[in-house]
T-cell receptor
Framework: ETGVTQSPTHLIKTRGQQVTLRCSSQ?????VSWYQQALGQGPQFIFQ???????GRGNFPPRFSGLQFPNYSSELNVNALELDDSALYLC???????????FGQGTRLTVV | KNEVEQSPQNLTAQEGEFITINCSYS?????LHWLQQHPGGGIVSLFM???GKKKHGRLIATINIQEKHSSLHITASHPRDSAVYIC????????????FGQGTRLTINP
């Protein structure tokens, strides 16, 4: 049990819809990173939040956006869903990234 | 070419065998993580290394910073060790993000 919880665990959406995924970070962790893992691939970095500010972004279009709240929990929002957005979305929390990262169980998103 | 390469991609062994999974990277790093991912997706952090060697139970991880290489060893392997093992590095100058290898799918047969 890592203390990082993601919700929902599974989700099915229709192409063009919008989705919000949530992550509650481990107590005391001020850094949250989001990753997309397509089937059979390693996770790809989407973005990172540190103390409520975006602290780096991977090669994802602007329809992927996020938020971090004062309690350091975080949201990932994806607009105008595409079929290729179907993946496992993972969040990882840490107290700055040079310390151990703790991962949630992930949200499996299916876009039909 | 990926910045983090793992080998082998798939590994099947018999219970009790000594397992080695390798990770090579081409970027400057501040730390390297070994992660375990079971079916269903959840990722568990096994080790974080910046130098030398760490041991936890039957798992041993080593890193050679000069050679940009790390290995994960499993002694006395057991079917419950079956999982995907992922190497991920904290790349310097990359907003402290993790850059992942493709993973090694390990199957231990009884």
């Amino acid at each position: 049990e890592t203390g990082v919880t993601q919700s929902p665990t599974h989700l099915i959406k229709t192409r063009g819809q919008q989705v919000t995924l949530r992550c509650s970070s481990q107590s005391g962790h001020n850094t949250v990173s989001w990753y997309q893992q397509a089937l059979g691939q390693g996770p790809q970095f989407i973005f990172q939040y540190y103390r409520e500010e975006e602290n780096g972004r991977g090669n994802f279009p602007p329809r992927f956006s996020g938020l971090q709240f004062p309690n350091y929990s975080s949201e990932l929002n994806v607009n105008a869903l595409e079929l290729d957005d179907s993946a496992l979305y993972l969040c990882a929390s840490s107290f700055v990234m040079n310390t151990e990262a703790f991962f949630g169980q992930g949200t499996r998103l299916t876009v039909v | 070419k990926n910045e983090v390469e793992q080998s082998p991609q798939n590994l099947t062994a018999q219970e009790g065998e000594f397992i080695t999974i390798n990770c090579s990277y081409s970027v400057g790093i501040s730390a390297l993580h070994w992660l375990q991912q079971h079916p269903g997706g959840g990722i568990v952090s096994l080790f974080m290394l910046s130098s030398g060697k760490k041991k936890h139970g039957r798992l041993i991880a080593t890193i050679n910073i000069q050679e940009k290489h790390s290995s994960l060893h499993i002694t006395a392997s057991h079917p419950r060790d079956s999982a995907v093992y992922i190497c991920a590095v904290v790349a310097i100058g990359r907003a402290q993000k993790l850059v992942f290898g493709q993973g090694t799918r390990l199957t231990i047969n009884p």
